[in-house]
Each structure stands twice: as C-alpha cells, then as structure tokens.
C-alpha cells in the first residue's frame, strides 16, 4: 500500500509501498502532491529498466537532453549518467565527474530561458560511506530576508549562465560553452503552490539587473550567506534503487561529494521542464464569426 511520510521539518517525504511501473494517473497523483509539499521526495525500493525511468519522470513535465553531452547516455540523450568515468586515462581522479554537484548549493539549469523545473536521480549504486544530496528550501529563503532585501529584488531579474562568475564549463562541449545569460526574477512566485522563494544560485548568477556592479556584487554575497535557514534543510543518504526528485524552482540542493572515490556511485539523471504551453489555435479554426 502506498505510503507518504514526512522526512525533514520543512522540507522532503518518503513514499514507499509502490512500484512506479504500474502507476496512472490516480495513483500518481499523492505522489505529485507530496512532491509539491515537502519539494524533494524519495520514492524507495525501485527496479527500473532506463525506459521504465523514462517513462515515470515523463509523468512530472518534459524531459529535456542536458546540455553537458558528454555525460549522456549514448542511446537515450535524455539520460545523462553521473559518476561513470572517474578517472583519467593517467589514473588521476576527474574532479569534474566526482565532484559534480558538490562544488556549491545550486539549482539546476538557471541558465537556460526555461530553467528545469525539476531534475529526477535513480541510484544504481551506493558508495559504502559518504555521498548523500543535501536540500534546501528558497521558500524559507525568501521567507527570512530582511524586509530591504525583499524590496531591492522584489521586481528584479537576475542573470544566470552555466559557469557564472568563475567561467568553469569542463562538461561542456566547446560549442556550447559561452551562452549568454538567461535572465529570471530574483523573486519567484511557484506556479503551482503559488507560494513566493527565493530565485538565487550563488555559482551560476552574473549579476542583479539594474544595479551597480559592487552593489550587485554585495547583494549576491549577503544573499549567499542568507539563502541557507536553519531548519529549512535535508540530507538525502541513497539506497540503490532510490528515485529522488527535487523541484528546482523552491529548493536548492548539493552533492555532498565526500565519498570514497574508488567505489561507485552511479544514477541515472533526467532533467525535467513545465511541459510547453499548448499551442494556440490559429484565427481561422477557433471558429467565431
Ligand atoms: O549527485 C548528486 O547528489 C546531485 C548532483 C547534482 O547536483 C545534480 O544531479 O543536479
Ligand atoms: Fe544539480
């Protein structure tokens, strides 16, 4: 029987007693729910071929290829596999492939025009020791900034690229490196809680438009000393054949990148965006007179 608790005192729910194969629409829906509500869920106990993962996360909005293509599956674009290929051929530990994710709190693809609304992890294998995915809650964020800060960003877009202030792209290809900035607002209402968070990634945001650059770059830092609330916080810590997902537009997260690097931590991810807006009809078939 399907069972939902809560893990953490503001964020993250555990769903067990289900086979995510054999979902529909129903039966999926309190999952969808729960991810709304605690915004990062574990859905426990999983045995999934990579279309049966495909097909479920389809269930949650679009599935989109990442950009870093050489970390996708060379069958399935969609698909891109964290952990494999470690090392270099001179034996020497990958830091870009081990420590993906680890380098900061983040949230995921604030670079693009449509940033990912949620991005889904299956673990196929479990380091021993180490390699949890910390979250935590931009609703409890937003909720904490002081009033000045609330009312500088209220209306303000900030500007976003892959590498942001540091530049660092080692999982792009050439060709994709040096985009240029997305731009969204600092203040983001959820469109489905309707509930407002803090729209921030200290690694990957450029500046805050409309103000100086020394200010913009001070508000940046006070913003990533705030963006943590006590409480607001959850560490995920994988059993193989967990499926976690997290939505991107209330919640940052961040690998723990702390695990034996000899052993494997292996998932598989997909990156997940609001499904496109129907198209309109044309003039002419919408009837009328
Ligand atoms: O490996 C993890 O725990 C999370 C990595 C990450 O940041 C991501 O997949 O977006
Ligand atoms: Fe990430």
């Not at 203040?187 to 200290?202: C, M, Q």
């Not at 054949?241 to 000899?262: E, F, M, Q, S, T």
Request: glycine share 10%; charged share 25%.
């Amino acid at each position: 029987m399907l069972q939902i608790r809560r893990m953490g005192p503001c964020i993250g729910g555990e769903v067990s007693g289900v086979d995510v194969r054999e979902l529909d629409g129903d039966s999926f829906a309190p999952i969808y729910r729960a991810w709304l509500t605690f915004g990062v869920i574990v859905v426990r106990g999983q045995k999934l071929k990579i279309t049966d993962f495909l097909r479920y996360s389809r269930r949650f909005g679009l599935v989109v290829a990442h950009p870093s293509k050489s970390t996708r599956h060379p069958d399935y674009p969609e698909l891109t596999i964290l952990g494999v290929n470690k090392f270099n051929p001179d034996g020497s530990l990958n830091d870009a492939v081990y420590r993906r994710g680890a380098e900061g709190w983040h949230t995921d693809g604030a670079y693009d025009e449509v940033p990912f609304k949620a991005t889904q992890l299956y673990a196929l294998a479990v380091p021993g020791a180490g390699g949890n995915t910390h979250f935590s809650s931009m609703y409890a964020a937003y909720g904490a900034l002081p009033a000045r800060l609330k009312q500088l960003l209220a209306g303000r877009n900030g500007a976003f690229t892959y590498g942001g202030r540091t530049g660092a792209q080692a999982l792009l290809n050439v060709e994709d490196r040096d985009r240029p900035p997305a731009l969204h607002p600092m203040i983001r209402v959820h469109g489905e809680t309707a509930r407002k968070s803090l729209y921030f990634d200290p690694g990957k945001i450029l500046y805050i438009e409309g103000l100086a650059r020394q200010q913009s770059d001070e508000v940046i830092e006070e913003l990533t000393e705030k963006m943590l609330q006590p409480d607001a916080a959850c560490s995920h810590e994988w059993q193989r054949g967990d499926i976690v997902i997290w939505d991107n537009r209330c919640l940052v997260h961040k690998a723990a990148g702390d695990y034996p690097p000899d052993e494997d931590r292996i998932h598989w991810r997909v990156s997940i965006k609001e499904p496109l807006a129907k198209s309109r009809a044309p003039e002419s078939a919408r009837g009328g007179n």
